[in-house]
Antibody
Framework: EVQLLESGGGLVQPGGSLRLSCAASGFTFRSYAMSWVRQAPGKGLEWVSGISGSGDSTYYADSVKGRFTISRDNSKDTLYLQMNSLRAEDTAVYYC????????????????WGQGTTVTVSS | QSVLTQPPSVSAAPGQKVTISCSGS????????VSWYQQVPGTAPKLLIYDNNKRPSGIPDRFSGSKSGTSATLGITGLQTGDEADYYCGTWESSLSTGRVFGGGTKLTVL
């Protein structure tokens, strides 16, 4: 079964850091680009960051550029999101998602999503 | 505020057909493919349509997608109570803020 399982969320103070992980199983992880998408309470979906299958190319939303870093370890079938300088507006459920097509980050759609991990930034 | 505009809500009776629009511009929809997602509150999004009009395995043909110019449309026929959910369009944005983008979402109510 194709599956993504996020972990690492929690409560953190403004200015703090968290590292999210997304463990993949059931597919050839290195063959697919991956993304992080978040959803603030009561709000819509917001794309956060993405990475190609090889890990050579990374992409960020303006709202997180310079603060978040996406990476992957294809030997461990795991995607990461290092989040620094966290702000209250980063409070959200964070989903990892797999591209339906291909190793590059060209957009087609995201067909497998994790269950999400909640990040709360508050003092 | 998203660069992709969706109606906040739509409604229809069971068995009927509904369409959800997604309006963009030359920097997103016009030159990139569109996908559609269904999200039941409290659960992860589910891909319904990719590459404008393709359905992933397991998605019934009651769901269809189309694109024309700077707009895309999701169609759902034979509405079921289980279709009640939030629906999002998504594409690539090629302007100053490059990246993937989603519409604001449309709440579908099956009356």
């Amino acid at each position: 079964e194709v599956q993504l399982l996020e972990s690492g969320g929690g409560l953190v103070q403004p200015g703090g850091s968290l590292r999210l992980s997304c463990a993949a199983s059931g597919f050839t992880f290195r063959s697919y680009a991956m993304s992080w998408v978040r959803q603030a309470p009561g709000k819509g979906l917001e794309w956060v960051s993405g990475i190609s299958g090889s890990g050579d190319s990374t992409y960020y939303a303006d709202s997180v550029k310079g603060r978040f870093t996406i990476s992957r370890d294809n030997s461990k079938d795991t995607l990461y999101l290092q989040m620094n300088s966290l702000r209250a507006e980063d409070t959200a459920v964070y989903y990892c998602a797999k591209d339906i097509v291909g190793v590059s980050y060209a957009y087609h759609g995201m067909d497998v999503w994790g269950q999400g991990t909640t990040v709360t930034v508050s003092s | 505020q998203s660069v992709l505009t969706q109606p906040p809500s739509v409604s229809a009776a069971p068995g009927q057909k509904v369409t959800i629009s997604c309006s963009g511009s030359s920097s997103n929809i016009a030159n990139n493919v569109v996908s559609w997602y269904q999200q039941v509150p409290g659960t992860a999004p589910k891909l319904l349509i990719y590459d404008n009009n393709k359905r992933p395995s397991g998605i019934p043909d009651r769901f269809s997608g189309s694109k024309s110019g700077t707009s895309a449309t999701l169609g759902i026929t034979g509405l079921q109570t289980g279709d009640e959910a939030d629906y999002y369009c998504g594409t690539w944005e090629s302007s100053l803020s490059t990246g993937r983008v989603f519409g604001g979402g449309t709440k579908l109510t099956v009356l």
